[in-house]
Structures are given as C-alpha cells and as structure tokens.
C-alpha cells in the first residue's frame, strides 16, 4: 500500500501567492487610477480547493464604494493579467471583499473608553 501525503496546505499556498500577485498587478498596472490610490490587498482566503479566492482589502482615506465598484470592473482583467504571471493550470476565480477590521478595531477601542471615562 502506497503511502500518500496530504496536501493540506495548498489552498493556503495558492491564497498567498494570489494575493502577492493581485498586489503586483495592482501597484504595476493600476498606479495612475486615483480611485484604487490607497488600497492594500490585506488577506486572502482559498476555497474549493483553491478554484475561488477571497481577495481582502483595505482603503487607506478613500470612497469605498467607488473603490468596490472600481475593483468589481476590473476583475476579470486582473484576473487575465493573473493568469499570464501564475505557473498553474488553473486560475482561480477572484473576488475583492472589502475587510473592515481596522474600522471595527476603532469602534471596540472607543466603545472601551468611554466605559473607562464613566
């Protein structure tokens, strides 16, 4: 019997190199687009084996409505410039999900001192 090693880090791996490329792309062909100005790719998260990948990020003093209506336009061509730059078969799907942790953060930290002041 043929022992077979899992795995189970590849989502994890095709998440991260995703995110480094889709920042990439980002920062080489999108520098000079006033609404992306500001936007960190913060995370991403691989699904389905890798086949669907959750891009997070951040905007950095900006509308981020325009910034995820910006974003949802350029998708599939980013998507096209991530497939000519990944070594892989398959290229998965990409979707930008804005990530508000840091607003939540601010939020908890208020909320926390006004207790303290009371």
């Known amino acids: 019997m043929r022992n077979v090693k899992s795995d189970s880090n590849r989502p994890a791996r095709i998440a991260a190199k995703v995110q480094q490329i889709v920042a990439e792309i980002l920062r080489d062909n999108y520098a000079d687009d006033a609404t992306l100005d500001g936007v960190s790719i913060v995370g991403a998260d691989a699904h ?34 991530l497939a000519a730059r990944m070594n892989q078969k398959y290229v998965p799907e990409i979707r930008f999900v804005y990530d508000d942790t840091l607003e939540r953060a601010q939020r908890i930290e208020d909320l926390l001192n006004n207790l303290t002041e009371k």
């Open 48 to 81: 389905g084996a890798g086949q669907f990948v959750k891009l997070y990020y951040y905007v950095r003093g900006g509308e981020n409505a325009a910034v995820t209506a910006r974003l949802g336009d350029i998708t599939r061509s980013v998507r096209y410039e």
